[in-house]
């Protein structure tokens, strides 16, 4: 009787279902994106220090960027994607949105190691939006010598 009890009062139970569509409808519906308008960003690579020492001519690492950077699988055709300025000792990169940040250290890495700099300069993130160029801090303890 126990076992045939529990079958007849679980029969009678069920299970209750929200009033509304079925949940695979409960989605809202995508945005509609503006085909027109690309988001631009703008990041900034600032060379004060060496240009400071004149080691470096920011007129040509500009070059160098205009030259280098590819778009659409071939480097050198910037088009309206992509806009290099220079602005005193730093060279800022307005481009539309998928465009990296990391390929603008790579590309000023290889700049570095075009004009033999790469040993002492090196490239860091400021903020999100800034690259900055510097030397490397070398702490020499008990040299008199500087």
Known sequence: VGLAGAIAIG??????????????????????????????VKFVIDCWQPVEDSVLDVGTFEKFLKDSIK?????????????????????VVSAETPFS?????????????????????????????TYEMRYFSINSEGDDDQ
């Open 11 to 40: 029969e009678h139970h069920q299970v209750r279902r929200p009033l509304g569509p079925p949940r695979r409808h409960a989605m809202a519906p995508a945005k509609p994106t503006k085909a027109g308008k690309k988001k631009q």
């Open 101 to 129: 940040k990391r390929y603008l250290k790579y590309l000023t890495k290889k700049f570095l190691k075009k004009q033999q700099l790469r040993d002492y300069l090196h490239v860091i993130a400021t903020n999100k939006t």
């Open 71 to 91: 778009v659409g699988g071939k480097a050198g055709n910037l088009g309206d994607a992509v806009n290099v300025a220079m602005e005193k000792t730093k060279v």
